[in-house]
């Protein structure tokens, strides 16, 4: 059963934490809409399109910094009990401070787990519809079609005429089973051209010696050809590739399918694995800020816990940047990549905890 006290503080931390969690997502917001603006700036759009496009991409936006807004949340908590000596409930009815963090703790789990379970589908599906809008408003008239079952298809304009490309993204930086569709600005059929490999490393393709079809002949061409796209394997995977509009179970699937196909899947298991230590990150953020603030004098100014949040979330934010990084180029295993800074934080934290309970 929850206490009387129980309740006010978990509801305390919970009210700091929405407050903060809108402040950030206007802060995002506002940021954003100056991009989208300039994006929509030369297309036939209607006004509200930059504000309706910002709003779909702030959520998995501010999903990423979610741990430094619990950091934050923390600190703002323990800075409102002292301010109000309302930690003198834990004196009087006999709790130590690790009571407090305790609450706390649980308090940053449960919401973990509700972010997996509610806000990460909510906000993926919101980015799904956000990348939809930006490929059929592109300023140049292109947008990949689909990408599934059937392989990966292209709508792109060169030069005024219209190409439709379809073939399998390969292992490295080719394009595979390519199959090409030439019109003219008016969709008049071209010519069709096939080739078994693609090189598309860079925005100038290298078809690797390709059939012709053209005026009902068919034509094997000895010498590779090239043609210039808007589009090369890096644009094409943070298009597609952008993890943050998959749900879990997308996630899940494109793994099974990439080792059906022999395909790499770090990416995908290091955004699983992420995703999964989502409770535990916020419980070790929460243990973090509750020592430095427990262990911080008391007349320092508030514009020195906040500088002191914000400096410690830039670190862990690149202390974990550093390890995904080293996780996709193989330096380290994936899971080593995810787990390695949480494991070294939770031993932060549990240094931390045995001074702070003999206080």
Same mark, same amino acid.
């Given at each position: 059963?929850?206490?009387?006290?129980?309740?006010?503080?978990?509801?305390?931390?919970?009210?700091?934490?929405?407050?903060?969690?809108?402040?950030?997502?206007?802060?995002? !917001?506002?940021?954003?809409?100056?991009?989208?603006?300039? !994006?929509?700036?030369?297309?036939?759009?209607?006004? #509200?399109?930059?504000?309706?496009?910002?709003?779909?991409?702030?959520?998995?936006? $501010?999903?990423?910094?979610?741990?430094?807004?619990?950091?934050?949340?923390?600190?703002?908590?323990?800075?409102?009990?002292?301010?109000?000596?309302?930690?003198?409930?834990?004196?009087?009815?006999?709790?130590?401070?690790?009571? $407090?963090?305790?609450?706390?703790?649980?308090?940053?789990?449960?919401?973990?787990?509700?972010?997996?379970?509610?806000?990460?589908?909510?906000?993926?599906?919101?980015?799904?519809?956000?990348?939809?809008?930006?490929?059929?408003?592109?300023?140049?008239?292109?947008?990949?079609?689909? #990408?599934?079952?059937?392989?990966?298809?292209?709508?792109?304009?060169?030069?005024?005429?219209?190409?439709?490309?379809?073939?399998?993204?390969?292992? /490295?930086?080719?394009?595979?089973?390519?199959?090409?569709?030439?019109?003219?600005?008016?969709?008049?059929?071209?010519?069709?051209?096939?080739?078994?490999?693609?090189?598309?490393?860079?925005?100038?393709?290298?078809?690797?010696?390709? #059939?012709?079809?053209?005026?009902?002949?068919?034509?094997?061409?000895?010498?590779?050809?090239?043609?210039?796209?808007?589009?090369?394997?890096?644009?094409?995977?943070?298009?597609?590739?952008?993890?943050?509009?998959?749900?879990?179970?997308?996630?899940?699937?494109?793994?099974?399918?990439?080792?059906?196909?022999?395909?790499?899947?770090?990416?995908?298991?290091?955004?699983? $694995?992420?995703?999964?230590?989502?409770?535990? #990150?916020?419980?070790?953020?929460?243990?973090?800020?509750?020592?430095?603030?427990?262990?911080?004098?008391?007349?320092?100014?508030?514009?020195?816990?906040?500088?002191?949040?914000? /400096?410690?979330?830039?670190?862990?934010?690149?202390?974990?940047?550093?390890?995904?990084?080293?996780?996709?180029?193989?330096?380290?295993?994936?899971?080593?990549?995810?787990?390695?800074?949480?494991?070294? $934080?939770?031993?932060?934290?549990?240094?931390?905890?045995?001074?702070?309970?003999?206080?």
């Amino acid at each position: 059963m929850l206490r009387t006290f129980d309740k006010y503080f978990v509801s305390l931390f919970f009210k700091k934490l929405f407050i903060l969690s809108l402040i950030f997502f206007s802060l995002i !917001f506002i940021l954003t809409i100056f991009e989208e603006i300039t !994006f929509f700036s030369d297309t036939q759009s209607s006004f #509200y399109m930059p504000f309706l496009v910002a709003a779909l991409d702030v959520p998995s936006a $501010l999903l990423e910094i979610f741990p430094f807004i619990i950091l934050i949340t923390t600190q703002l908590f323990f800075l409102e009990i002292i301010k109000k000596k309302e930690n003198e409930l834990i004196k009087v009815n006999h709790l130590n401070n690790f009571y $407090l963090i305790k609450i706390l703790t649980l308090s940053a789990f449960i919401f973990g787990m509700l972010i997996i379970s509610i806000y990460y589908p909510f906000s993926s599906k919101l980015k799904f519809i956000y990348f939809d809008f930006k490929n059929s408003y592109s300023k140049d008239g292109k947008y990949l079609k689909h #990408y599934g079952e059937n392989g990966l298809w292209i709508k792109d304009e060169i030069d005024e005429e219209i190409y439709i490309i379809n073939g399998i993204l390969g292992k /490295t930086n080719f394009l595979e089973n390519v199959f090409i569709s030439k019109f003219d600005k008016n969709f008049e059929l071209i010519e069709n051209i096939s080739s078994k490999k693609v090189d598309i490393s860079k925005n100038k393709w290298v078809i690797e010696t390709p #059939y012709l079809f053209k005026d009902n002949l068919q034509i094997k061409l000895e010498n590779d050809i090239t043609i210039t796209s808007h589009f090369n394997i890096n644009k094409i995977n943070s298009t597609f590739r952008n993890l943050n509009s998959f749900n879990i179970f997308q996630l899940i699937d494109a793994k099974k399918e990439n080792e059906l196909l022999g395909y790499s899947s770090e990416d995908i298991e290091l955004h699983l $694995l992420r995703i999964s230590a989502i409770p535990i #990150y916020f419980s070790i953020m929460v243990i973090i800020s509750s020592i430095i603030m427990l262990n911080i004098k008391k007349n320092k100014p508030y514009i020195f816990h906040v500088l002191l949040g914000i /400096t410690l979330s830039v670190v862990i934010y690149y202390i974990n940047n550093i390890f995904n990084i080293f996780g996709l180029t193989n330096k380290i295993p994936v899971y080593l990549s995810v787990f390695f800074p949480i494991i070294f $934080l939770s031993i932060v934290s549990i240094i931390g905890l045995i001074r702070i309970n003999e206080q």
